[in-house]
């Protein structure tokens, strides 16, 4: 087994992108062994409440297959009031890149199931307790396949209304629900929040600043990664949340750190450690280059698209963007005052009424 480590400091730092993203070959810095700052306070305000646990719902560990035969866990909520003797609405909710499904999908997965919808929260491949090896590695055409096995999973459950299924993308699974729902048209209703589009930012970088020969530095560095992984060398790391902040750390750094390094938001899934946690492995994040998911996003019409996003997100410029390509019906819904990581888990912001009136007027018998 070839030992895994992570990239030393001190590497230029070509661009800072969601996730904290850092796209170069930028070390991870020392973390706590718990993964959590011990002298930092964490941000609250606005009803920060990432583990959310609903006394409303039921909760069900499941897992299943995807075509690769990989086998993919999540969590089915299902509303203790539910009638399972008739089809309900029920929505997918994928978790942001890097992230897993502790970390925000939980949270929106339970408030859409109380308030009437059958939800299932998932780890995507490579990720959490899904499985794929290497660990934390990137494939958008898995991801995308994540969640059509999970339409495949709830349209089997005799409670479900295999018609009546939409999906919530949350920061970069804004974009792999948008890739998956072009060639699925049984996701009926697609929303997304927050939503990073994953290949643009690898590829320009937030506002188009990332240099052509930035792209192309980055690229060859993972290529001559491949030669060190192949022969048996350590396995690098690359992007996801800081480990550390300091006087130099940027705004973006800091807004993912607050949820990702902190009690509000940090989690550690089983097999991994805090070291890792939120960074994909540098030979497979190039991958992202060639994923375009914005590309015919217009045949996904007419089924009904939301894109909600931040005023203030350093991320709107992909939730802009998408809405203009989309064909109808579509809407842009923009939170005033909020920042992209606030919509990871600030109840008090989180539009939850949009989402459900979304839902229920989309997912509902013709």
């Known amino acids: 087994m070839k030992k895994k480590s992570i990239m030393k400091r001190g590497l230029q730092i070509l661009t800072v992108l969601g996730l904290g993203l850092v796209l170069s070959t930028t070390g991870v810095g020392a973390a706590s062994t718990t993964g959590v700052s011990d002298t930092y306070t964490p941000d609250m305000s606005n009803g920060a409440d990432n583990f959310y646990k609903s006394n409303k719902v039921t909760m069900k560990k499941v897992e299943f297959k995807n075509q690769y035969n990989m086998n993919v866990v999540g969590n089915l909520f299902i509303p203790k009031d539910l009638k399972k003797n008739t089809k309900n609405p ?29 939800t299932l929260s998932l780890d995507l491949s490579f990720w959490g307790e899904s499985e794929g090896q290497p660990r934390n590695a990137v494939s958008p055409d898995i991801y995308a396949e994540d969640f059509s096995a999970a339409v495949d999973f709830l349209g089997t459950w005799s409670f479900v209304d295999r ?134 996003i217009e045949t996904i019409s007419p089924r009904p698209m939301l894109f909600i996003t931040g005023e203030n997100a350093h991320s709107r410029e992909f939730s802009e963007e998408a809405y203009k390509l989309a064909g109808e019906q579509k809407e842009l819904y923009i939170v005033p005052g909020a920042g992209h990581v606030d919509l990871y888990d600030r109840v008090n912001l989180i539009p939850f009424d949009k989402l459900e009136s979304f839902f229920k007027e989309n997912l509902k018998k013709k």
């Open 90 to 118: 029920a929505i997918i909710v994928g978790h942001p890149m890097g992230a897993v499904k502790e970390q925000s999908s939980n949270l929106y997965a339970q408030k859409m199931a109380e308030r009437g919808f059958v």
């Open 163 to 296: 018609d009546q299924i939409g999906v919530l993308g949350i920061c970069g699974s804004g974009s792999f629900a948008i890739s998956a729902a072009k060639i699925d048209p049984r996701m009926k209703a697609v929303a997304t929040v927050s939503m990073y589009d994953m290949g643009a930012a690898n590829r320009n970088g937030l506002n188009h600043s990332l240099t052509l020969e930035q792209r192309k530095q980055i690229i060859a560095e993972a290529a001559e990664q491949r030669y060190v992984e192949f022969t048996g060398g350590e396995t690098k790391y690359t992007s996801g949340t800081v480990h550390e902040l300091n006087e130099n750390s940027t705004a973006i750094e800091r807004e993912f750190y607050d949820f990702y390094r902190t009690p509000r938001g940090e989690f550690t899934p089983k097999g991994s450690s805090p070291e890792l946690t939120t960074h994909p492995t540098l030979t497979s994040n190039v991958k992202f280059m060639n994923f375009y998911p914005f590309e015919d």
